[in-house]
């Protein structure tokens, strides 16, 4: 069977499970979010997966939609909720992700998925990144997180579409639950969140 079969196969069988799994933390968090920051609970957006075909990603929500005069967004921090601090420190903002998986547009283990509008910003190396199909967690996510820069985190990307494997997929996995328990690199240093990419040279972001 070929590695593209037996991952399909192992993402289907993870996010299955995970879902069944982790159902009572997700109803839990849906719960929360909507008393202390009201509906709805799952943020969603577009996001470039595999060839840069766009896709709507699902995360639980972790900022309010709190505006200045003007109707402009406040900035993150000023939106950033503690419940949502601490959604992102334990990673449950990414479970809504699992049925992106279920529904193919991501993979359990694969580069992160990013904005559309950072497609065009990408050099010829670092668009290579959308060669495989976008995951849940990654080598750049066991490797520093958002606490790296964006030239390590693209490189660490293409180092995985290039070494991809199902022993490499079941190492990343066991890091990530070990990463998630350590809580590490959530965010870059100096920022609530993740700076936005505008081009080579910037810190990194985390979708």
Known sequence: MSYRAVKR??????????LLLLSGVMIWAAVMIRRR??????????????DGAAFRL????????????????????????????????TSIDELPQLWNVIKGDMSIVGPRPLLMEY????SEMERRRLDA??????WAQVNG????????????????????????DVRIILLTIKKALLREGISAQGDAT??????????????
């Open 9 to 18: 196969l192992m993402d289907l069988f993870c996010a299955s499970f995970g």
């Open 37 to 50: 920051m009201s509906s709805p609970a799952i943020f969603s957006q577009v996001r470039a997966g595999k």
């Open 194 to 207: 993740m700076p936005r990419f505008t081009g080579s040279g910037d810190r990194s972001d985390d979708a």
């Open 133 to 138: 199909l976008p995951g849940i967690t990654g």
């Open 119 to 122: 497609v065009p910003l990408y």
């Open 58 to 89: 699902y995360k639980f929500r972790s900022m309010t939609d709190e505006r200045d005069a003007s109707g402009q967004l406040l900035p993150d921090e000023r939106r950033l909720t503690d419940l949502g601090k601490w959604l992102r420190r």
């Open 145 to 168: 997180r958002n606490a790296i820069s964006w030239q390590e985190k693209f490189a660490l990307d293409v180092w995985y579409v290039d070494n991809r494997s199902i022993s490499l």
